[in-house]
C-alpha cells in the first residue's frame, strides 16, 4: 500500500491535499470525508447501517492528528471526532471520489435530500465557481 509523502489541509476551499509515494495525489473534500468518516457513529455496527450525513457541505476541519504511522484523526467543525482514517481509506476516498460522490448524491435523494451536498460529484475542487442548475453539465 502506497505511503503518504505529503498532507495539506485547505481550511479556506475546504479539502485536504494528499499525495503518496506512487505518485498519486489527490484533493478530497473536508465534505466527503465528513460523510464518509469511517466511525462507528457513521458506519453503523454492520452493512444497512450506516448513518445518511446530511447538511455537511460547509463543514470544517479544526484539527488532524496523526494516529501511529498508519491513520490520522480529523477533528471537523460539527464536533465529530471519532473516524480513524487509514492511508489506504484515504487513498480509496481520493482515487474513486466521483464513485463516492455519486452514491452519497443517490442516498441523499433517496432520502428525500436532494442538492443537499454542495456540489455534483465530479466537480471541480470545492471553492472553485460551479455551475448552478440540475447537474447535467459536462
Sequence with gaps: MPN?????????????EISFDDGASFNIPYELLRVY????????HGP?????QVGKRDVGMTDLEPVGNYAVKPTFT???NSGLYTWDYLYDLGARQDHHWA?????????GFPG????????ELPGAPKAHGCGHHH
Excluded: C, F, I, M
Excluded at 503518504?4 to 485536504?16: A, D, E, I, Q, V
Excluded at 444497512?48 to 445518511?52: A, H, K, M, P, S
Excluded at 452514491?103 to 432520502?111: G, K, M, Q, W
Design 4 to 16: 503518504p509523502t505529503g498532507l495539506t489541509l485547505h481550511n479556506k476551499s475546504r479539502y485536504l
Design 37 to 44: 468518516s469511517p466511525s462507528a457513529e457513521v458506519k453503523g
Design 48 to 52: 444497512g447501517q450506516e448513518v445518511l
Design 78 to 80: 460539527d464536533g465529530h
Design 103 to 111: 452514491d452519497y448524491a443517490a442516498r441523499l435523494e433517496a432520502a
Design 116 to 123: 443537499d451536498t454542495g456540489r455534483a460529484p465530479g466537480t
